[in-house]
């Protein structure tokens, strides 16, 4: 996304979320390609794609209450030549419509674009029916879906705009209001299944998605002024298909690897780069850091991350608890591959 190509600017970006964001870009998208078709299930305010109704009425649709046929009539467009971009929040598309987003879209591998705000426990005051922790595990595990999970709203941005043109069932999972922002500007290359350094480090690498990538690169810059660490930080935005060679080479030069996402610890960012470490052959520390193997209590947002040490101290405690683990550091990984 170049500045100017749409219709918000980075001075907007200090006061709109991230799915005001995705509402904007999706608007200018639409106005150059009339195959774009909106869809929600009675949320168009909650997940900003409003404006898309108010510019382009005919090619929007409100389903109203009902999160299966929202999905089916999505797949029903996409076979016939649309591109649909289907907003709700996570925890409908994911679980409520699991089933359509499965059989219907995926299964058929149908050009279909899932936006799903409210992410994690970003909608923390909501309570457990709102949150959804279980998303990443749900829709990675589908064949031929796509998985982003964008770490501010100028990734956003940037995410929406590469998967129009991605072939396939594609799931961008954003959060519910305003999450601070990592990155300084829209200056920077996007690509769908690359991870980005956002930090450089060669003691310690912290892979992030989401909010807690804005966590993860604070706690690095922290962590090189008290305690001398050179910690890699990498914005790991595409979970499926997921960046192998920056996994391996953070864990060749840096032998000690933490994750962090907003999800439950099973199934999602620290399951997906795990298994790439253990089908290298090649051994580090490791340490996944997300919600546990429980539902959240209840709260605001900020307080949730602080207590599943999703913030900054959390980073900061964890990085230190790892690196002070001990293991086998063998250089010769020949006799392991």
């Known amino acids: 996304m170049a500045e100017g190509s749409v219709t918000w600017s980075l001075q907007d970006a200090d006061h709109m979320t991230a799915a005001e964001i995705y509402g904007e870009t999706l608007v200018h998208l639409g106005e150059e390609r009339e195959d774009i078709v909106a869809l929600t299930a009675d949320l168009a305010k909650s997940t900003k794609i409003g404006k898309f109704e108010t510019r382009f009425p005919d090619r929007f649709i409100n389903v109203g209450i009902a999160e299966q046929n929202l999905f089916g009539i999505g797949a029903g467009l996409a076979l016939a030549g649309f591109t649909p971009f289907i907003s709700t929040?996570?925890?409908?598309?994911?679980?409520?419509?699991?089933?359509?987003?499965?059989?219907?879209?995926?299964?058929?591998?149908?050009?279909?674009?899932?936006?799903?705000?409210?992410?994690?426990?970003?909608?923390?005051?909501?309570?457990?029916?709102?949150h959804c922790t279980e998303d990443l595990s749900v829709m990675r595990s589908f064949a031929n879906m796509t998985v982003i999970v964008p770490a501010d709203g100028i990734e956003t941005s940037k995410a929406v705009e590469a998967c129009v043109d991605w072939k396939g069932p594609v799931y961008i999972r954003i959060g519910r209001g305003f999450e601070p922002w990592v990155h300084k500007?829209?200056?920077?290359?996007?690509?769908?299944?690359?991870?980005?350094?956002m930090h450089p480090g060669s003691d310690i690498t912290v892979i992030a998605c989401g909010t807690s990538v804005y966590a993860a690169v604070d706690a690095a810059e922290v962590l090189e002024k008290e305690d001398g660490l050179s910690v890699r930080v990498i914005d790991m935005h595409t979970i499926k298909p997921i960046d192998r060679d920056i996994i391996m080479k953070a864990v060749e030069e840096t032998r000690r690897i933490v994750t962090f996402e907003?999800?439950?610890?099973?199934?999602?960012?620290?399951?997906?780069?795990?298994?790439?470490?253990?089908?290298?052959?090649?051994?580090?520390?490791?340490?996944?850091?997300?919600?546990?193997?429980?539902?959240?209590?209840?709260?605001?947002?900020?307080?949730?991350?602080n207590h599943f040490k999703l913030d900054t101290d959390g980073v900061i405690e964890t990085v230190r608890e790892v690196m002070g683990k001990e293991f086998e550091e063998d250089e010769d990984w020949e006799d392991e591959i």
């Open 262 to 305: 907003d999800h439950n610890i099973i199934g999602g960012l620290g399951s997906a780069v795990s298994e790439v470490i253990v089908e290298s052959g090649k051994g580090c520390a490791f340490k996944r850091v997300g919600i546990p193997d429980e539902y959240s209590i209840v709260g605001y947002p900020e307080d949730l991350y």
């Open 89 to 130: 929040f996570a925890v409908f598309a994911s679980l409520r419509a699991g089933e359509q987003v499965r059989t219907d879209i995926c299964y058929q591998n149908l050009n279909c674009k899932i936006i799903a705000t409210h992410s994690g426990v970003s909608f923390g005051q909501a309570g457990t029916t709102h």
């Open 185 to 197: 500007d829209a200056n920077y290359a996007f690509e769908i299944g690359k991870g980005i350094e």
